[in-house]
């Protein structure tokens, strides 16, 4: 523990937000959680009121599509999570439309593959993009381009993701919204005996052993994935 104060979302200028399919699919319905997506609009407008610049990563196109395709098995082949993407990606991007303009945002799309954090020209231009969306008072709603990402050219999960354009837009915090509430020392839905870890002041090999893969489902990433972000963002 340490006796510094934690960074508030009310000093940021610029915040990156990653949302998982977890929150944002309603796997019953295969239906966007409206009501939910609304609420984090407000937020969103909340930030934007006190002067906080926002960029949303969201996963859940695949999500989306899955059943109107009849994409049911628990492991889909590339070529079909290609297929769901693109179906899927118009589906999520009219949520958060719907979402944001009834707080009187603009939702901006933008699809991205690793290639575009770690090539300089496409970095830069990646980063302008961003940057000239910011300034015209959009949202930017960001996703992994599935469409045509392959797997050995993919991050596969929006946690790293959301790192990278945190990184390339030089946001000052980093919000990865998840399904449980925080790090355990284990997987509390298995182990009665973790215990939550409310700051964690360093990645060690210790902390990152206890990031766990995510439970069968439409998450890719899981805890795992997030402490490798913290990692990236911290760098």
Same mark, same amino acid.
């Given at each position: 523990?340490?006796?510094?104060?934690?960074?508030?979302?009310?000093?940021?200028?610029?915040?990156?937000?990653?949302?998982?399919?977890?929150?944002?699919?309603?796997?019953?319905?295969?239906?966007?959680?409206?009501?939910?997506?609304?609420?984090?609009?407000?937020?969103?407008?909340?930030?934007?009121?006190?002067?906080?610049?926002?960029?949303?990563?969201?996963?859940? %196109?695949?999500?989306? *599509?899955?059943?109107?395709? /009849? !994409? #049911?098995?628990?492991? +889909?082949? @590339?070529?079909?999570?290609?297929?769901?993407?693109?179906?899927?990606?118009?589906?999520?991007?009219? %949520?958060?439309?719907? *979402?944001?303009?009834?707080? /009187? !945002? #603009?939702?901006?799309? +933008?699809? @991205?593959?690793?290639?575009?954090?770690?090539?300089?020209?496409?970095?830069?231009?990646?980063?302008?993009?961003?940057?000239?969306?910011?300034?015209?008072?959009?949202?930017?709603?960001?996703?992994?381009?599935?469409?045509?990402?392959?797997?050995?050219?993919?991050?596969?999960?929006?946690?790293?993701?959301?790192?990278?354009?945190?990184?390339?837009?030089?946001?000052?915090?980093?919000?990865?919204?998840?399904?449980?509430?925080?790090?355990?020392?284990?997987?509390?839905?298995?182990?009665?005996?973790?215990?939550?870890?409310?700051?964690?002041?360093?990645?060690?090999?210790?902390?990152?052993?206890?990031?766990?893969?995510?439970?069968?489902?439409?998450?890719?990433?899981?805890?795992?994935?997030?402490?490798?972000?913290?990692?990236?963002?911290?760098?």
């Amino acid at each position: 523990m340490t006796d510094t104060p934690l960074p508030s979302l009310r000093d940021a200028r610029r915040v990156v937000i990653k949302i998982g399919s977890a929150l944002i699919v309603d796997p019953a319905l295969a239906a966007p959680r409206q009501a939910w997506l609304d609420s984090v609009s407000q937020d969103i407008a909340a930030l934007r009121e006190q002067g906080t610049e926002v960029v949303v990563v969201s996963s859940g %196109a695949v999500a989306l *599509a899955r059943h109107h395709l /009849g !994409l #049911t098995r628990p492991v +889909l082949r @590339l070529e079909e999570k290609q297929a769901a993407a693109s179906v899927g990606q118009i589906r999520l991007a009219q %949520a958060w439309t719907d *979402a944001l303009s009834q707080r /009187g !945002l #603009t939702a901006a799309q +933008l699809l @991205l593959t690793p290639d575009d954090t770690e090539h300089r020209t496409r970095y830069l231009n990646a980063r302008a993009s961003l940057n000239t969306l910011l300034a015209l008072g959009c949202v930017p709603i960001i996703n992994e381009n599935d469409a045509i990402a392959t797997t050995e050219i993919r991050f596969g999960d929006n946690d790293r993701l959301a790192a990278r354009v945190a990184e390339m837009i030089n946001a000052d915090q980093l919000v990865l919204l998840s399904d449980i509430d925080g790090l355990y020392t284990a997987d509390p839905r298995n182990n009665p005996d973790a215990r939550h870890l409310p700051v964690v002041t360093a990645l060690t090999e210790s902390i990152e052993a206890m990031g766990g893969a995510p439970p069968p489902g439409y998450s890719s990433g899981g805890m795992r994935t997030k402490l490798m972000a913290a990692r990236i963002a911290t760098q």
